[in-house]
């Protein structure tokens, strides 16, 4: 019965011992506010302007795109010295289905505007 005794205070002693060392132990230091640990929000309309920029002629240009029902509208200058279809480019311009930017808008319109006037607007699937 006195071994049983001294065992039982043994093993309550170790687990004490390792319950008070992990107490301790600090606890893991939180990143300060503000730290660059490298997570970027994801931001639609910064995704349209850059596809638009990797995509445009040099001297086209977009509007700011602007929120709709279900998607983004965007208006696109087209220069007055450019020939060509202004609608058939703006459908060229269209992000590829496997774009980021189809996980986050259903639909993209796209209107391009040429010799002063707008043209039809083009539905981006």
Known sequence: MVAYI?????????????????AQAAPP????WGADDGFKPFDIVEELRQ?????????WYIAEPEKVEAGYFIKLG???????????AARNLCPDRSSVIWQHIPHIQIEPF????PWAVVECP
């Open 114 to 117: 040429y010799q002063k006037r």
């Open 51 to 59: 596809h638009f920029r990797d995509h445009l002629p040099t001297t």
């Open 78 to 88: 087209v220069p007055v010295e450019w020939g060509g279809n202004p609608v058939s």
């Open 6 to 22: 001294r065992s039982s205070y043994v093993i309550l002693a170790l687990i004490s011992g390792i319950a008070t060392s992990q």
């Open 29 to 32: 230091a939180l990143p300060a």
